[in-house]
């Protein structure tokens, strides 16, 4: 059968139905152009697939295992900090600490400034004036400014 031949026929199968009118329906109402479009979008046949891709492909940093000497020189700084608190002064500090990442192994080195309010001995935390906590165990770096106090 050739390529007209079977045109022919498939308008001889249909004839009874080819011409009849457009159905509307009388109980549910028309869909829009942009449901009707939606329809034939595309869609992400492996949903969350790209975002399993960058959190893999994110880089985290290993924590550094202090030294003896490092260790030491932490506690000096942070009793210099408790004495300063102790004289009714908020001593201004930058504290490098290393934030562990909550999805994979390692984490980041994060750096903060400000006033230190108090140093918590209970929860091992310095506590800065802005409310914000590091906690002593994750701290690998801290430097004490000479400015008098933080108003």
């Given at each position: 059968?050739?390529?007209?031949?079977?045109?022919?026929d498939t308008r001889r199968?249909?004839?009874?139905?080819?011409?009849?009118p457009h159905h509307i329906s009388k109980t549910r109402p028309q869909m829009s152009m942009i449901d009707r479009a939606a329809q034939f979008s595309p869609f992400a046949a492996l949903t969350g697939y790209d975002a399993a891709?960058?959190?893999t492909a994110r880089l985290t940093d290993e924590r550094i295992e202090l030294d003896?000497?490092?260790?030491?020189?932490?506690?000096?700084?942070?009793?210099?900090?408790?004495?300063?608190?102790?004289?009714?002064?908020?001593p201004e500090v930058t504290i490098?600490?290393?934030?562990?990442?909550?999805?994979?192994?390692?984490?980041?080195?994060?750096?903060?400034?400000?006033c230190v309010k108090r140093i918590d001995e209970y929860a091992r935390a310095v506590v800065m004036k802005d409310g914000s906590q590091v906690s002593i165990d994750d701290i690998y770096d801290m430097e004490m400014r000479?400015?008098?106090?933080?108003d």
């Open positions: 059968m050739t390529g007209m031949n079977r045109l022919a199968k249909y004839e009874d139905i080819i011409n009849l891709v960058k959190e003896e000497s490092r260790m030491a020189m932490l506690d000096e700084r942070l009793q210099m900090i408790r004495e300063r608190i102790m004289s009714d002064e908020q490098t600490y290393f934030q562990p990442d909550e999805r994979k192994v390692g984490g980041v080195y994060v750096s903060v400034s400000g000479c400015i008098a106090d933080c």
